[in-house]
C-alpha cells in the first residue's frame, strides 16, 4: 500500500512475497521501474495479515522517496550493470550459436574456414593457339627470326 500526500492509503501492487525474495523491512528502499522512470520507495510499516488460511501474507506501508543522491546512483549503477551483463550474455549467445553451426557442419563434412574456390580456377586451361606457317618442301617448319 502506498501513503498518498493526502495521508490515505491505496493500493500500489500485491506482488506476493517471493516477488522481492524476502518482506522488505521497516526503512528498506524499493525501487519501482513499471513505467519510463523509476519510483523511489520507502518501506514505512509491514503488517502481517492472516485474514485465513488461504489468504495470508505481508503487507507493507510504503512512501515516495526523493530519488536524488544514493538512490539514484544506485539505480543508474544497477543500469549499467544490467546493460553490461546482457551484452555480455549477448555475446555468449552468439559465441554459442557458432560453435554449435561448426558442429554441425563437421557432422556434414562441410568445412566453412575452407575460402571458397573462384570458378575461374576450376576451369581447365585452354591450349594456347599457335599461328600456323607453311611448312618448308622438306616438313620442316621454317626458322623464325627471333
Known sequence: ?????????????????EYYG??????????SNYFE????YSVQRRYFVMESLAYVGWALIVREIDPSGPPQELWNEWQAAT??????DEQE???????KTERL?????????????????NKPKKPKKRKLQPRGSDGREPKSDG
Not at 502506498?2 to 500500489?12: F, H, Q
Not at 549467445?93 to 560453435?99: D, F, I, L, N, T
Open 1 to 17: 500500500m502506498k501513503i498518498k500526500p493526502d495521508g490515505k492509503v491505496e493500493e500500489l501492487t500485491c506482488h506476493p512475497l
Open 22 to 31: 524476502s518482506c522488505p523491512d521497516v526503512g528498506d528502499t524499493i525501487v
Open 37 to 40: 522512470a523509476p519510483i523511489f
Open 83 to 88: 546493460k553490461f551483463w546482457e551484452e555480455i
Open 93 to 99: 549467445e552468439q559465441e554459442e550459436q557458432q560453435a
Open 105 to 121: 557442419n563437421a557432422l556434414l563434412g562441410r568445412n566453412p574456414r575452407r575460402p571458397p574456390t573462384n570458378s575461374s580456377q
